[in-house]
């Protein structure tokens, strides 16, 4: 039976020590969810547009991303912010419209908007005019 020297087992517990930086490492580059308020918004948003599919629709983005991104997937910068624009702009509906109105009124033609869709501007995050075109809205405006 081979005797170990306290030498013998620092140096395993170093290359242990540094087989698992390395797998860490390689783990780190995995988008892994941090943030679980990404996942309770888009839950949220998911439930009031009526399922991932129209959700991936309103964000331009494929159904599956959207099941990734329930499942634990961190959105990419980009998307995170379509999604939180999306969640903001649907708070801000929700507060003057019943939710079928806003569901529709996101996707509909808007005069406020010059005759284009809230989601398409959402998507180019052109957030201000979107928001502008609901207040204009809710003061009864014309367009």
Known sequence: MPSYSPHASAFVAQRELLRNDYCCATMDRMAVATDPLTRVKLLRIVDAL????????????????????????????????????????????????????????????????????PVDLLARNRIAEVIAAIEQDELGSYA
């Open 50 to 117: 009526g399922g991932q599919s129209q959700v991936a629709r309103l964000l331009h983005v494929h159904r599956s991303r959207v099941s990734r991104w329930l499942a634990g997937e961190e959105p990419d910068p980009q998307n995170r912010a379509r999604l939180e624009a999306l969640e903001f702009v649907l708070a801000r509906l929700l507060q003057t419209f019943m939710l079928p109105t806003a569901r529709k009124w996101l996707t509909g033609i808007n005069a406020h908007l010059g005759n284009r869709r």
